[in-house]
């Protein structure tokens, strides 16, 4: 059942719900109006009798004016006899003890008893069947307006929201034409800002979204497979080589040792690609533990102390002894990527430097961690892309892959926090990030 069906049904039965609880209420109301009327001209009719009956006239029992038609008395003596009884009076052989509506002789009335004087009791009444009749007809006369009601609601209401959802029926076919090779292509925006623009909007803004990150596959697919074929294109020749009879001993071994380096280098690339895909958001899950900021820090240094010492570039970390909640091996792999990246750039004999402290802004714990270095720092154009899979800087060093920063944004990102770099006052990089813990 479609939208537009459900909102008409819906419509009709609110529509439906209410004349019935409004038919209901004037039922009643109209029964209850009819049967207060009737009860004051059957008071007027014993009113009237009591007053003959005190001037010793019969007058009263004769049909009385307009306001008091319909009406029936009967006297009874007092010794209970039945003494007379107007026209239309029902064959009551005794005085009833109490008045109110109750059925005699099969009929259903209204009826009144006084104490008249010289012992004379007045029962006077009326017929209830034109009240019941009443409320019948009214009863009929609702129940076809309503279902006229009902009906012309129903329509009125598949009308109406034909109306409100062609927009978006509209947005639905434009969404469909939107194919893999037209990502470029946007829904149209209505002039009005109200829920369809705001979808509108939300739908387009998703589209951004969806055409950048398969613009950001393509490019690393482009880029790994640039970084790929290059050492499997130097293993094969090098393989083919060796596998070439007329190819002396020493050659031999020389090619073995550089497809051995190349073997090396498609392992590191690998194990590269691996740590950026599980430090993304959509890698493994983030894993929180309380870990100690300084331990995390020493870890670091621990580990890449042997590359430091390679550059001959000393590590110096100034770490906080604050407990954090995240997800450890993310950010100890963050960090130690961001250390690694500082020591490639250090000029020999000098110092990188790590700070990690925890703050505590008012929307929670963050970890601070400062990578500060004395190298040739990053061009303002190249900061933003540097963090990219595959991007390396006009001035980098070494031979990776450019994997290392783009697996600390993952990392940073994976966390709800930040990453980026600016200049260090006095010369140099300040590589920093800030995880949400």
């Known amino acids: 059942m479609t939208i537009r069906t459900r909102l008409a049904l819906a419509y009709a039965a609110a529509v439906g719900v209410t004349i019935v609880v409004l038919g209901a209420?004037?039922?009643?109301?109209?029964?209850?109006?009819?049967?207060?009327?009737?009860?004051?001209?059957?008071?007027?009719?014993?009113?009237?009798?009591?007053?003959?009956?005190?001037?010793d006239q019969q007058g009263g029992l004769q049909e009385g004016d307009r306001d008091t038609a319909g009406v029936w008395v009967i006297l009874f003596r007092p010794d209970g006899a039945r003494s007379e009884a107007s026209a239309g009076a029902p064959a009551l052989t005794a005085a009833p003890w109490t008045g109110g509506a109750t059925t005699i002789g099969g009929r259903s009335v209204?009826?009144?008893?006084?104490?008249?004087?010289?012992?004379?009791?007045?029962v006077a009444g009326a017929d209830l069947e034109p009240v019941a009749a009443a409320q019948t007809a009214l009863a009929g006369l609702l129940g076809l307006a309503g279902l006229a009601a009902i009906l012309v609601s129903g329509f009125g209401g598949w009308w109406l929201a034909g109306r409100a959802l062609g927009p978006v029926a509209t947005m639905t076919a434009e969404a469909a034409a939107i194919s893999q090779a037209d990502l470029e292509r946007r829904l149209r925006?209505?002039?009005?800002?109200?829920?369809?623009?705001?979808?509108?909007?939300?739908?387009?803004?998703?589209?951004?979204?969806?055409?950048e990150n398969v613009r950001r596959q393509k490019s690393f697919l482009a880029a790994a497979s640039h970084d790929l074929r290059t050492p499997l294109a130097a293993l094969q020749a090098e393989l083919e080589l060796a596998d070439d009879p007329r190819v002396s001993h020493l050659e031999l071994r020389a090619a073995l040792r550089d497809a051995r380096g190349d073997a090396a280098r498609l392992a590191d690339l690998a194990a590269d690609l691996i740590e950026l895909v599980a430090a993304e958001a959509t890698g493994r899950p983030l894993v929180r533990v309380p870990t100690i900021v300084s331990d995390l820090t020493e870890s670091v240094v621990r580990r890449l102390q042997p590359l430091a010492r390679a550059a001959e570039v000393s590590l110096v970390a100034d770490a906080s002894d604050a407990q954090v909640n995240l997800?450890?091996?993310?950010?100890?792999?963050?960090?130690?990527n961001l250390v690694a990246n500082a020591i490639t750039h250090a000029p020999p004999g000098s110092a990188v430097e790590i700070q990690a402290r925890a703050t505590s802004p008012e929307e929670g714990t963050v970890l601070e961690v400062d990578v500060l270095d004395r190298g040739p720092g990053v061009r303002l154009e190249e900061r933003e892309l540097i963090f990219g899979p595959f991007q390396r800087g006009a001035g980098a060093r070494g031979g990776g892959a450019g994997l290392g920063l783009a697996t600390a944004r993952a990392a940073a990102e994976a966390h709800g926090g930040d990453i980026g770099v600016d200049d260090r006052p006095g010369g140099g990089a300040r590589f920093w990030m800030r995880l949400p813990a």
């Open 327 to 336: 997800d450890r091996v993310r950010a100890e792999q963050a960090i130690g």
């Open 25 to 55: 209420i004037i039922w009643v109301q109209l029964g209850e109006v009819l049967r207060t009327e009737l009860g004051r001209r059957v008071e007027l009719r014993i009113a009237a009798v009591e007053s003959a009956l005190e001037n």
């Open 189 to 211: 925006e209505p002039r009005r800002l109200d829920e369809l623009g705001m979808l509108a909007r939300t739908l387009n803004r998703m589209l951004d979204r969806v055409s």
């Open 110 to 122: 209204l009826v009144r008893v006084n104490r008249a004087g010289a012992g004379m009791t007045v």
